[in-house]
């Protein structure tokens, strides 16, 4: 591909992001483990059709976006450039890098991080047919005009009316000549870019590619918890899959410790890995004799895996106990040895495996339940443990990342393992999650680059 037809991101960071009330820019908040614009950049980088990003940072902060390339994961950075005190002189700086080639041009703000892939291939193949584009969803709101005494002046057709989003893609030539135009006004305002070519370019037609509601811009205090749970709750969020040469490539020679691996999900991890050259150590109540409750039984697992092994690269947690009834009747065992396992375990691994992880920069898997996000009757005990696992999963996530450990949680629907029948009985297997497929999905996540993350993994409707 010759340098000019390639494809270019440009990410806008330049905002300091007043409106939030923090000390530090907007974009620079974390959310699921990592700054906002570090999933932005991830999505960018991650895209097949994306060929070089240039980063637009905030004055003062691109010590921020350094650090976060440091760890080599963001391969398709070609620059890192500060921002201007507005949208439109942020833009023209990008767009100066950019001066005698002609490429297809991608600009997005960094506090939209839940941008889609469908959306960013959708904005370069409407280039194929317009030179200018714009991301846009349908108004659900009836939009007013209000005149300067403060009354409506105009209610102007609902169905005519869309939401402007970001991405905003331009054939670079176009944009370029845009603000060339512009930069002659003496009265140029502008608050996009697509505003600039509608004005300056008028004959140029600007097409529409569909946006998404989850593509929201973090602007306001609020938008930054809203952003968080849509990170936990957005669906599918199941990681990449891979081949069996992929994944042999990635586990050959590593070591993974599993937690709970004597049966169900935790065995089928155990097999799975070890089947593609991963080395394996199994640890449970009735194999090894491990309570994973024990700070002690943990403390020697760690010692038996590093004195046997040059690295510990994974570790996963698939012990669990499933108590029921109301909590009115639940007795003094009961209360502490469904906490100690559910809860307490995670933390005790996570204590006693982190000098390990932290020295391979590996990874730790957790695993929650649906029953995190609402705590239902009969289930008390085990769903506030579930939601506290999620808590601790992205808590982990931000402490460790300097570190450079991986911290995520995985979420599967209800899955065809001995603890489920023995709590449930017998299910229609059609209505159940295999055991082996949570397993693979369990390994994807280990081997993402993603941390902070709950991956809810659901059943196919196919």
Not at 26 to 41: I, N
Request: net charge negative.
């Amino acid at each position: 591909m010759s340098r000019e037809s390639k494809n270019v991101a440009v990410l806008l960071a330049g905002g300091v992001g007043s409106r939030v009330g923090l000390q530090i820019p907007k974009q620079l908040v974390k959310v699921a483990g990592r700054p906002v614009m570090e999933h932005t950049l991830g999505v960018l980088d991650h895209h097949p059709e994306v060929d070089e990003i240039i980063i637009m940072m905030a004055p003062g902060h691109l010590d921020a976006v350094h650090e976060i390339l440091r760890s080599g994961e963001y391969v398709k950075v070609v620059a890192v450039l500060e921002g201007g005190p507005t949208r439109s002189e942020t833009t023209l700086r990008a767009i100066r890098t950019l001066e005698g080639r002609d490429c297809k041009l991608l600009l997005h703000d960094a506090v939209r991080p839940l941008v889609s892939s469908r959306i960013i291939s959708d904005c370069f193949r409407a280039l194929d047919q317009f030179d200018a584009i714009d991301v846009a969803i349908p108004s659900a709101d009836t939009i007013i005009e209000v005149g300067a005494d403060g009354t409506i002046s105009n209610i102007p057709p609902r169905s005519r009316l869309q939401r402007g989003q970001t991405p905003q893609a331009f054939r670079s030539t176009v944009l370029i000549d845009a603000y060339a135009r512009a930069v002659e006004d003496p009265e140029f305002v502008a608050t996009d870019d697509c505003s600039v070519v509608l004005k300056y370019l008028p004959d140029v037609p600007i097409g529409v590619v569909r946006g998404d509601e989850r593509n929201m811009k973090i602007t306001e205090p609020i938008d930054i918890y809203l952003v968080d749970k849509l990170f936990q709750l957005m669906e599918p969020r199941s990681p990449e899959t891979r081949t069996d040469a992929e994944y042999r490539a990635a586990l050959s020679g590593k070591t993974l410790v599993v937690f709970g691996g004597s049966y169900g999900i935790g065995a089928d991890i155990a097999t799975l890995a070890g089947d593609h050259g991963a080395h394996v150590e199994v640890f449970s109540r009735s194999t090894t004799g491990t309570h994973v409750e024990s700070r002690r039984d943990v403390a020697r697992a760690a010692r038996t895996v590093t004195a046997k092994y040059p690295s510990v690269d994974f570790v996963v947690n698939c012990a669990g106990m499933l108590p029921r009834g109301d909590l009115v009747d639940a007795t003094e065992e009961d209360i502490y040895s469904a906490t100690a396992v559910n809860y307490l375990a995670p933390i005790i691994i996570a204590q006693e495996f982190h000098q390990a992880l932290s020295a391979s920069r590996g990874s730790l898997l957790l695993f929650t339940s649906s029953s995190y996000t609402r705590g239902r009757a009969g289930y008390s005990l085990y769903s506030s443990a579930k939601a506290a696992t999620v808590n601790l999963t992205q808590a982990l996530a931000d402490e460790w990342a300097k570190d450079g450990v991986r911290v995520n949680c995985l979420n599967p629907e209800r899955t065809a393992t001995p603890m489920r029948t023995l709590a449930f009985g017998a299910e229609p297997a059609s209505s159940l999650l295999a055991s082996v497929d949570v397993a693979r999905a369990s390994l994807d996540t280990i081997l993402s680059p993603a941390t902070g993350q709950i991956v809810d993994l659901r059943k196919s409707e196919a």
